[in-house]
């Protein structure tokens, strides 16, 4: 790889590709894999279905934040998940990238609308990865007994063609929608990702410090 693509292979704080739990996860999981797509497919559905969705653990805490760390656990929101993902193909040697966006959920509860005073849910996490001559958008989030319980396809990916969302459930009715992306970053921007939470979500925060954590645990609970 150029240069060019070094700030896509780096390790950092969020994205620790040289822990050693995140490499030997890595390594296992592509073990029988012989090309970077067949590896990337690999990860994704590892992580995907490997280590489940949780939005009951957010922790605005920047040290608590990674891929090692989702790992532990076996769980993760969104962002967690993709910071996995990416770490674990960075491991093996696939660059990659980190896009976020915020999405409307036409299926959340009414609790969760509550809750959160809109159906807006900010900066969903996803990964870019570089796959045979271009990059390919997966988005492992939401596992498959999840899905099922929701009466939802889980999310395929193949790693020539993006796998963002799952648009419709089983009955055709809308699921979730993009609305606005905020880019794709070599490093997960925290700053940012906080004052997205600020802006949609102030009734969580006092004096641009959140309440508590589980105040932002509640915000997103009912997600799924």
């Known amino acids: 790889m150029t240069e060019v693509f070094a700030p896509y292979l780096a390790a950092t704080p969020f994205i620790n590709s040289h822990h050693p739990a995140v490499i030997a996860f890595a390594q296992k999981t592509t073990q029988h894999c012989h090309t970077d797509t067949e590896k990337a497919v690999a990860i994704y559905y590892a992580v995907r279905d490997g280590i489940l969705y949780d939005p009951y653990h957010i922790d605005l805490n920047p040290d608590a934040i990674s891929a090692s760390l989702t790992l532990a656990r076996g769980r993760g929101y969104c962002i967690e998940k993709a910071l996995l993902m990416a770490a674990a193909a960075r491991a093996v040697g696939i660059p990659n990238k980190l896009g976020f966006a915020n999405v409307r959920n036409h299926l959340a509860t009414e609790k969760f609308i509550r809750a959160l005073r809109t159906n807006v849910f900010v900066f969903h996490g996803y990964v870019s990865l570089y796959l045979n001559g271009t990059w390919v958008k997966a988005t492992p989030a939401f596992n498959q007994s999840l899905c099922q319980k929701f009466g939802v396809q889980p999310l ?50 006092e004096n641009n410090t959140p309440k508590n954590n589980h105040d932002l645990i509640d915000m997103q609970a009912e997600v799924w």
């Open 156 to 205: 395929p990916f193949n790693g020539i063609t993006d796998a963002v969302f799952q648009e419709f459930d089983h009955h055709g009715k809308q699921y979730m929608e993009y609305l606005h992306y905020h880019g794709e970053f070599a490093d997960f921007p925290f700053e940012q990702f906080v004052t997205e939470l600020q802006t949609y979500y102030p009734h969580f925060f």
